[in-house]
């Protein structure tokens, strides 16, 4: 198989943040800017050049943190437009990872997932994910997503010419899979935080996420520290 070329994240940040009152790109996870813990969280899973795309105007804090920042040419037009905009510009071959920035829980694992389903498939386009059971059972999530430039710019601009402004009615095309998501597992990564209350559950979530991860990481440093245990008794 041939490998897959560059491996691009972009997390979208050109929304008006109006139901939360201000923006929320100015919220801090554990002291670093929420955008820049996203990029840096989902670099756990994959080694990506990390891209951020803005509105005019706004230059969030956290913007160091990435290697290209891109002002939306149709501003507030959903994330269909930036999404073609960064397709467009992208080498091709590439695959783009797109994250949302007010989603900050979303998991490296499932998405490096993601990026090995599309890259092994050709006939794929794009990936999403959907609920495969609990209350969103057959649910499509569109973000985060991932879509080959190129291929991609293309179902995307032909979706824009027919009147579409979200990438969740491209799922039922045959170009476009879907990545399985479980219930009640994969419920806090797709935490939207669109409200103030919102961040009282994101605190929550971070704590058992957090918590998880410690747990898993000891696991392996234990299960590392048997195997040389064992290596130097025999």
Known sequence: MKPAGKQILC?????RSRRFGSSKLNLHLAGTPIAAWLLARLR??????????????????????????LVDRVPFAGPLAAMMQVLSQAP?????VFAAADMPMISPVHVASM?????????LVGVMSRWVNGPRCGRCEPLPCVFRAGRGA???RQAWQAGLRGPQQLSSRREVGCANLSWPRDEGDYLNINRREDLKKLSAISFQLSAREILQAGGLK????RCQLIAHSS
């Open 92 to 96: 091709l071959g590439s695959l783009i």
């Open 11 to 15: 997390i979208l940040a050109g929304g």
């Open 115 to 123: 990026v090995r389903q599309l890259s092994m498939t050709r006939s």
């Open 222 to 225: 234990l299960k590392a520290e």
């Open 154 to 156: 293309r179902l995307l």
């Open 44 to 69: 756990r899973g994959l080694p990506v050049e990390g891209w951020l795309s803005v509105a005019p105007g706004v230059l969030p804090p956290g913007t160091g943190a990435f290697d290209r920042i």
